[in-house]
């Protein structure tokens, strides 16, 4: 999408801060994602390419031997961790599950043809020497990153799960929208790092992004949606006007308060090629030509927001 962008735009690496108190809660997370790299699809209909997991679990349960890990094959991740197997387990289920089943039943049809490793270390003596010792790699944050080298995300859990959920979405939306602009991948990523279950539904609460959003706001710091939706991913990750992501986490907020959000994902996806930002889509699904007008009804809705 970028073409002025670093080497380092091929790889997708996040940084990540959590809070241990609910599993899908999160503190703040600075995330950049590739969409360059664009992997091959599977679709779950036609599998016939689906990647060989079996190997893959025997290859790692081999190399794990006797360290204490547990390997659980949650599709389409495989998840590994030293906690208590039946803390990886539920873990496994309650948190890397529940969010793939529910970003699938609103959102995606395909999953990554890749396998992405998702390793949960128990504290932060395990994720600093595992990081080491398995990617020969510095963790860049106490709290987790994603490498795409690695196809893995790694995490230090005892900081909490509410990320693993902002990850999760990623590779999906490059799976089945890898023209999104960073924007929406961010937006709907971001909403997600604070969570629940409505109505059967993955539903998005306010969370710690909105205070500096609302900051923003009354300083008049915040971009048009058109800026923003526009923006290249150098743009939206090395050049913020105001902090990017609370504005798009909070458009995505509008939108799902106003049971608009999945609508908007579907029809902006189908309409990509000739509305590549999704700029016209969001008017058409607002109802409205007046973006400046919507901008300050947008405004004022975030400044009525509470958090917690
Ligand atoms: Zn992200």
New binding site residues.
């Given amino acids: 999408m970028d073409k002025t962008g670093q080497p380092n735009l091929f790889v997708l690496k996040?940084i990540l801060t959590l809070i241990s108190t609910l599993f899908l809660t999160t503190t703040p997370?600075?995330?950049?994602?590739s969409h360059r790299s664009s992997p091959k699809t599977t679709d779950p209909n036609t599998s016939s390419t689906e990647p060989n997991y079996t190997s893959h679990i025997a290859e790692l349960k081999n190399k794990l031997q006797n360290k204490g890990f547990t390997v659980i094959l949650q599709k389409p991740f495989v998840v590994i961790g030293d906690e208590p197997p039946e803390t990886v387990r539920s873990r496994s289920i309650r948190t890397v599950k529940w969010s793939v089943d529910k970003l699938k039943q609103d959102y995606y049809k395909n999953d990554p043809n890749k396998i992405i490793n998702i390793w949960l270390f128990k504290d932060s003596e395990s994720y600093n020497k595992h990081t080491r010792q398995f990617f020969n790699e510095r963790p860049t944050t106490p709290f987790g990153f994603?490498s795409d080298k690695h196809n893995a995300l790694i995490m230090n859990i005892a900081t909490g799960g509410g990320t693993l959920v902002?990850?999760i979405?990623?590779p999906f939306m490059s799976a089945n929208f890898p023209q999104c602009p960073p924007w929406f991948?961010?937006g709907l990523?971001?909403l997600y790092e604070q969570c629940r279950e409505k109505d059967g539904h993955i539903y998005g609460m306010t969370n710690w992004r909105l205070e500096g959003l609302q900051k923003d706001i009354r300083a008049g710091k915040v971009r048009p949606f058109k800026d923003l939706t526009s923006a290249s991913e150098f743009t939206f990750y090395h050049k913020p006007s105001g902090d990017n992501?609370a504005q798009a986490r909070y458009l995505c907020y509008y939108l799902q308060q106003k049971n608009l959000l999945t609508k908007y994902y579907h029809k902006f996806r189908a309409n990509c090629k000739t509305d590549p930002t999704g700029y016209e889509t969001l008017k058409k699904i607002l109802g409205t030509k007046d973006m400046k007008k919507f901008q300050k009804q947008w405004e004022n809705f975030v400044l009525k927001l509470k958090f917690p």
Avoid: D, I, M, R
Avoid at 29 to 33: E, I, P, Q, S
């Fill in positions: 996040c997370a600075f995330c950049k994602a994603y902002h990850e979405v990623h991948n961010e990523a971001s992501y």
